[in-house]
């Protein structure tokens, strides 16, 4: 008998209950905190056990609903974009511009070399600088069927802005979300170090670069040697038929497409200059949408008949986001995070810095999987792996390094409510792309632990 694997859903279910679980063997316990500059930090000397809250059948039940309520202003951010993308899609100068490249990608062997380079950099560069993650999520739309229409599948559609993004992010050199906040925390010099971190950003940029390029050129000559090819025939057909009965590019859609190109370039200043995040950038989408449209000449029927047509579609996405963030929720009413953390610390010490740094580069990657945000898992664990570092003979830098790099197992974790949800998106299951990521996981988890020793050698600072 064939071996069936769970749905993203019951997959989901499942680490819920495992984790509810859990609850009633791990004791509880807590860290107190100190004031720092004005903010609460916690003090890697005060952690104390207390009585735990083990989570029963009726916790497990609630935590979705839960999860939803916690998880809200993403979904919300979920449902407008595609809402947005879908009145853009209406105006058919996305499927007009696939058909372009897809023509420039035949006729021209510099487009067909440089397109995944150029757009995974992009990526990469948004991640390590502003700290592009969720503004990952409306690219999704656009790629996959690009990705499709060139020949490839839907997994380069997604890898090309949601993975490069994430590896950007986990490898950054300027991301105040997490390099910043960490450094911060540790007591060392905002951004300072960033030699270092753009080898480390180049490094890992390259690695993703080059996998892809391989695999794309694999599926290009044998299609059926995707995970997502029989997923991706009908998304295929729906995009040939699309791009066949397109005449071509009007000035019409040229002007769409300059429009979406402003809104995106508008987004990006936003983040940088004005601290944008999920609410500013929903609020965008809902302009971009209502201009497009008046461009685009839809009637106002048309037009709210895209809108939640697109919204729709995304429902399944918003209940995934919401069972993802219900097995945070599970963990941190059970008072056993700061337990797990407070465990992990002893293992760090090493007699050599280097297994020190390396160890503790794991140990974030084992708590990345309950925590996903970079400002987040930064204030609950460097207060504690700072001091932990001075203790066994790395630098602080070197400790903050080892954080970033945690992160780079967050486009496979099937926790992640960015992750699931953008797999949603592209309709691939989490198990299909996570078969597909381990060889690409174990090469980034080979390469981070390489890039963790020289700043030992260096004594890094």
Known sequence: MKLRIPNTFVLLFLILA????????????QYGTVMVDGKPRIDPGSFQYVQSNPQGFVALMMAPI??????????????????????????????????SVARAHTDSAFVRVMLIPVFVTIFSLGGATFGMSEESIPFVLIFVP????????????????????????????????????????????????????????FVATAITIAFLMWYA?????????????????????????????????????????????????????????????????AALFMVMAIVVGVIGRLDSDAFVAAFLHGARDLVGT???????RGTMILAQDAKIIDTMLHSLVPL???????????????????????????????????????????LVGISRQTAVLAFQLGELTLPMIPTSGVTVGVLALARIPWITWAKWMVPLQLGYFVMALLLLIPPCLMNWN
């Open 18 to 29: 495992m984790i509810a679980a859990a609850t009633w063997l791990v004791p509880g316990g």
């Open 66 to 99: 839960k999860g939803f309520v916690e998880a809200a202003q993403i979904i919300g951010f979920v449902l407008i974009v595609g809402g947005a993308f879908a009145v853009l899609q209406k105006t058919e100068a996305l499927d007009a511009m696939i058909r």
């Open 146 to 201: 690009l990705a499709l229409a060139l020949g490839y599948d839907s997994i380069i559609g997604v890898s090309i802005p949601f993975l490069s993004a994430q590896v950007g992010f986990a490898a950054a050199f300027l991301n105040p979300f997490n390099v910043g906040v960490a450094q911060k925390i540790a007591g060392i010099q905002m951004f300072s170090g960033i030699g270092y971190r753009l080898i480390v950003w």
């Open 217 to 281: 050129a694999r599926i290009k000559k044998d299609p059926t040697r995707s995970p997502s090819y029989a997923l991706d025939i009908e998304k295929r057909k729906e995009s040939s038929a699309a791009l066949n009965d397109l005449a071509g590019m009007t000035r019409t859609h040229g002007i769409v497409l300059l429009m979406f190109v402003g809104f995106m370039t508008a987004m990006v200043v936003g983040v940088i200059h004005y601290g944008w995040y999920i609410n500013e950038i």
């Open 318 to 324: 918003a209940l995934v986001i919401a069972l993802a």
């Open 348 to 390: 760090v010490q090493s007699s050599s810095p280097i297994f020190a740094a390396q160890k503790m580069f794991i140990i974030q990657t084992v708590i990345n999987f309950f925590i996903h945000s970079g400002t987040g898992q930064a204030a609950l664990t460097m207060p504690i792996m700072a001091p932990l570092a001075d």
